[in-house]
């Protein structure tokens, strides 16, 4: 049976509900990321925050976009950070303060952002169509191989010297009197 | 015969620079080119006066000069000034150069003999002929410029010959004391120069002369007033005189010279020459004779308690000043010209006697230790006799006319309280010198015993010049002076002050012997006598020849002194009615603390505010460095800030 | 709601926000890293919302969105690199003790 565009007995339309539980869970989960204490919860609480955009994205008509938030993102990027926490966690880690003794003022220069930024998006009229428009893949793939070829090799080369200098940086110093073990 | 002027001045400034260059090398023979240059000077001078005094052409009446160059030319300007290397001379002139070049030549001979054993003596010769450099350049200029550089010269010359033992510190202070009263009359000088130039534009004075009487009558009274200033200070009047007694600590030698015979006459010198400029303020010339009359008194009455010999002859000197100085105010100009002349041989000799009787006795000052040495010391005795004779004022020594003059022209110019006071001064006068007398050379000895056997005369190069300087001293008043009035010097001078003296008014009556003239004359004799008696009385006399002996009653001098009332007398007198004292309290300890204050102030307040500058700037950096907490999360903040207040700004400015 | 620009960019603009906050008021380097992560998200969301709604945008947003996620993993790695290495040296992962900078 197909779901109708609202909710049944109701006027509200199933995108509007979507739009508001999915941007419920990324402002919660964003919010637990900074001000949680244990880190690998904020770890976690991250992933739930990109799984939540991804879902966003796909409201918004762009399911590429969204997998790929899926798959590096989550898949990547955030194994990568709870690799990070593990390797530099110190026994007596979570004693500590969690916040800065700037983090009132932080909290300031957060709040006024975000009225800074609400202030723009709401008093500029933007030429929005109204409606959300899907794109498709092969467009996308069009373009990053005609059009945006240059950025699309870029980026290869960032992300090889990315990971040469990764593996540098994180190198562990040979221990003095083996180096040469040849 | 003007083309001579320049020679005199020039002639001492080459031994000066010769004894100052070479004497060290030579030391026994420092003082050849010092005195054979001032001998020199003396021969020239001797001509140039005789030839300015008998009004021979070119000096003619009003006198003749010559400029030499000209020294600042300044004249471009709205108010040009001009001043030039000129000398001067008209009879004013040629009797000061009398004066000083004799008694010069005179004491350069007798500083051979007195300064014979000490090893600084080509300094002492060269800051002689230093001296006499100036003090003919004072003497001779034309213009008030080259006045002042003279006046500021000899101030120098006094400073260095006073503190000429300078290892002592006595020494070193009187010279510091003599420099800066000095100083106090010299600005006043200054001043007056600088007012004569605003109201006539010109320096020379003869052409201020000319013109003065188109000078406001204010200007012309605060001139007036300014120029005395400078002569108080030079000529040691109240209340600059504090400097002259302790400027004895100088060589006799020196205290002879500048300070009886020739700086201390500067300041007559000035105002005889200015004679047009206070004939123009007769309110300026009250207060003249008054501080003249007033300083005669006040030094008379310390002269007799003191004990050093030449203190009493230093206040000696002040009292006679300020009797040239009253002389000057109640206009008998030509008086004290003649007083000038008289008493500047008569102090020299007795200055030089004085320096002989401290030779002979090893070094001792004090009266108290002296006595008896009439027999041991004949030809200082006989000499100090005539010049005692002299001053205290016994006819018809040089000292009776002059004196007789000055008094009796304040008599008659109506200033009786002048004559009143010169009257009584003239009575302290021999008094006190009988007094010096007395204790020096009659009575029993109390001279130490070991310096008693070896009290010797002086060599000859010491009492040569003394010799010819009794001759004037006795004679002086009757070669020039005599018939009063009317004598030579009168004659001579006449020209210089005819101006003035009929412009006041004061006609000068024929003298009358038997009339008003003869009465104070025979007055102030009978005081004198009366004087010297008592003196002889309460110090005792010995003079063989006319039969005079008495001896010294010590104990009634003490019983005199310690009577009711006399006794707080002879006890300010004896303290020099507590000028030091009173000079140490109000500008020693009060300027001291005043300047203590203005020290405190500067170095709190205005090195505090500069030092806090740097102080506040680097507490401000030393806070300010506390943003660089070289962590990445203070940085961002920063930047979140700074983003926030850009954005918000072009929010406000795009929404409005 | 959904149907309009607005209410994403405003979300966005809030995620920015959040983001902004723990990077400025966390202790801790990995803490920081997770914070720009969400600021560039963020950023991503805008991108991706204006690419919805305007029409000549569509693809180009696109793109840029996924150029932009690469960036981020890659500064993402050599970023934990770096905490890694200085952790290394300074045996603690708070930023506080990050201060060699300063004298």
């Known amino acids: 049976m197909p779901i109708g565009q609202t909710l049944p007995f109701t006027a509200v339309r199933w995108d509007d509900v979507l739009f508001v539980v999915l941007a419920i869970m990324l402002l919660g989960s964003a919010l637990l990321v900074v001000t949680m204490r244990d880190i690998i919860r904020c770890g976690l609480a991250m992933i739930a925050s990109f799984a939540s955009l991804a879902g966003i994205y796909v409201l918004l008509g762009n399911p590429l976009i969204a997998a790929t938030q899926v798959l590096v993102y989550i898949g990547a990027i955030s194994i990568l950070v709870l690799f990070a926490i593990m390797l530099t966690q110190t026994k007596n880690a979570p004693t500590r303060l969690v916040f800065q003794t700037q983090a009132w003022v932080g909290a300031i220069a957060a709040v006024a952002i975000a009225a800074i930024i609400a202030g723009t998006v709401l008093t500029t009229t933007w030429p929005s169509t109204g409606a959300v428009a899907w794109t498709a893949t092969s467009d996308i793939a069009t373009m990053l191989f005609s059009q945006y070829v240059l950025p699309f090799e870029a980026v290869s080369v960032l992300l090889t010297a990315a990971v040469v200098g990764g593996v540098l940086l994180a190198r562990r110093e040979p221990p003095a009197g083996k180096e040469d073990r040849s | 015969m003007t083309a001579l002027l320049p020679l005199i001045p020039i002639l001492p400034l080459g031994g000066f620079v010769l004894t100052g260059l070479l004497g060290r090398r030579y030391p026994e023979d420092a003082h050849r080119i010092a005195v054979w240059a001032v001998v020199a000077a003396w021969v020239v001078a001797s001509i140039v006066a005789v030839m300015a005094l008998l009004h021979a052409s070119p000096f003619g009446t009003a006198g003749a000069g010559i400029t030499l160059w000209t020294w600042i030319p300044a004249n471009g300007f709205s108010h040009g000034f001009n001043a030039d290397i000129g000398l001067f001379v008209d009879p004013l002139t040629a009797c000061l150069l009398i004066v000083v070049t004799t008694i010069g030549m005179l004491v350069h001979v007798y500083s051979i003999g007195y300064m014979a054993h000490d090893p600084g003596r080509w300094r002492f010769f060269a800051y002689l002929n230093l001296f006499m450099f100036s003090m003919l350049v004072l003497i001779l200029a034309d213009n008030f410029l080259l006045v002042f550089a003279g006046w500021e010269l000899v101030g120098l010359c006094s400073y260095l010959l006073i503190g000429f033992w300078y290892p002592r510190r006595s020494a070193a202070v009187a010279a510091k004391k003599a420099f800066l009263v000095n100083r106090v009359g010299d600005m006043g000088f200054a001043l007056g120069i600088m007012a004569v130039w605003t109201q006539l534009g010109t320096l020379n004075m003869q052409a201020v002369f000319a013109r003065f009487g188109s000078v406001p009558h204010e200007w012309q009274i605060a001139i007036a007033l300014l120029i005395f200033c400078g002569a108080v200070g030079k000529s040691a009047q109240f209340p600059l005189h504090v400097w002259l007694p302790d400027a004895m600590e100088g060589p006799t030698p020196v205290s002879a010279l500048i300070h009886a015979a020739t700086m201390v006459n500067a300041g007559v010198y000035l105002v005889a020459r200015c004679n047009p400029i206070f004939g123009a303020a007769p309110e300026v010339m009250v207060v003249v004779a008054a501080i003249g009359i007033f300083t005669a008194i006040l030094a008379a009455s310390i002269a007799f308690t003191q004990t050093d010999i030449k203190r009493v002859l230093a206040y000696s000197t002040l009292s006679q000043l300020g009797y040239m100085f009253a002389s000057l105010g109640v206009g008998a100009w030509t008086a004290a010209i003649f007083h000038l002349m008289s008493h500047g041989f008569f102090k020299g000799l007795l200055f030089l006697d004085s320096g002989s009787v401290i030779h002979s006795v090893d070094g001792e000052q004090d009266m108290r230790k002296m006595g008896g040495l009439a027999r041991k010391i004949p030809i200082t005795y006989a000499t100090m006799l005539v010049g005692s004779i002299a001053i205290a004022g016994v006819p018809p020594l040089a000292g009776f006319f002059s004196k007789d003059e000055i008094l009796g022209g304040a008599f008659k110019n109506g200033f009786l309280w002048v004559w009143a006071i010169g009257f009584v001064v003239a009575g302290m006068t021999a008094f006190y010198m009988f007094r010096l007398m007395g204790m020096t050379f009659w009575g029993p000895s109390h001279v130490d015993a070991e310096v008693e056997h070896h009290i010797h005369e002086s060599p000859r190069s010491m009492t040569g010049p003394l010799i010819v300087l009794a001759i004037p001293a006795a004679v002086l008043g009757l070669v020039i002076g005599f018939p009063p009035e009317t004598g030579l010097l009168h004659q001579w001078l006449a020209p210089v002050f005819e101006g003035t003296i009929a412009a006041s008014g004061h006609a000068e009556a024929a003298y009358n012997f038997f009339g008003i003239d003869g009465a104070l004359a025979i007055a102030t004799t009978a005081l004198v006598a009366v004087a010297i008696v008592v003196a002889w009385r309460l110090f005792g006399v010995e003079i063989p020849s006319l039969g005079l002996r008495a001896q010294p009653r010590p104990d009634q001098v003490r019983e005199i002194s310690a009577r009711r009332g006399l006794a707080a007398l002879y006890n300010g007198s004896f303290h020099k009615w507590w000028f030091d004292d009173i000079n140490n309290k109000l500008f020693v300890e009060w300027g001291g603390k005043l300047a203590a204050a203005a020290f405190w102030f500067d170095r709190t307040i205005i090195d505090g505010t500069v030092n806090g500058v740097g102080t506040v700037t680097a507490g401000a950096g030393g806070w300010l460095r506390r943003v660089q907490t070289g962590r990445v999360q203070n940085y961002a903040l920063g930047i979140a800030v700074g983003l926030i207040v850009i954005a918000a700004g072009y929010l406000y400015l795009a929404i409005r | ?103």
């Open chain 3, 1 to 103: 709601m959904s149907g309009s620009l607005d209410s994403y960019l405003i979300l966005s603009g809030l995620l920015f926000a959040i983001g902004t906050f723990g990077f400025l008021g966390r202790r801790n380097a990995i803490s920081m890293l997770m914070s720009i992560e969400l600021m560039l998200n963020a950023v991503n969301l805008t991108i991706i919302a204006f690419g919805a709604f305007v029409k000549p945008l569509n693809v180009h947003a696109s793109v840029i969105a996924l150029i932009v996620i690469a960036v981020a993993a890659a500064e993402a790695t050599v970023g934990l690199a770096i905490v890694m290495a200085i952790y290394r040296n300074k045996k603690t992962p708070l930023v506080d003790e990050y201060d060699s900078m300063s004298e």
